[in-house]
């Protein structure tokens, strides 16, 4: 799939679920860059710098937040915030290893309600270092116990 351009509204997969990657993240603050040849989001070191993304929600419902970051471990411990409307998710980020270790991982759940919405990914206080190097967002929906 090839991903829309930058500002547009990102599609949802086919299982309800977006991945939103930094080729298509509106990036503002005064150090964030993509770093094109890789698709990853970089330099994430000034607690100005933002990411946004806008999204479709056709039903509300509750989400799963995973990102697919790395961190060194000289950075680790600053705390992002994650916001979609009135829902806010905040998380501190662990390391991954080096600045190249790439890993999903999985910081809670979000309530999004139903129509168009901005994401916004920015750091939660001062940053030590970089946030994170990050190469995706994945709001993936929950389902409900019993539901098939």
Do not use: H
Not at 100 to 128: C, H, M, N, W
Request: hydrophobic residues 45%; aromatic residues 6%.
């Amino acid at each position: 799939m090839i991903p829309p351009p930058v500002g547009d509204t990102v599609p949802a997969r086919a299982d309800g679920s977006w991945r939103l990657t930094g080729t298509t993240a509106c990036v503002s603050g005064p150090t964030l860059k993509l770093a094109a040849d890789a698709g990853i989001l970089v330099w994430w070191t000034s607690a100005e710098d933002e990411a946004q993304w806008s999204i479709d929600v056709p039903r509300a419902g509750c989400y799963s937040v995973r990102l697919n970051l790395a961190c060194d471990a000289s950075a680790a411990g600053n705390k992002f915030e994650l916001t979609v409307g009135s829902s806010r998710l905040e998380g501190q980020v662990p390391a991954t290893g080096t600045w190249y270790d790439q890993r999903e991982l999985v910081f809670g759940d979000i309530a999004l309600s139903e129509g168009k919405q901005t994401v916004v990914l920015r750091a939660a206080g001062p940053i030590r270092g970089a946030l994170f190097d990050l190469r995706a967002v994945a709001l993936v929906p929950r389902v409900a116990a019993g539901a098939k």
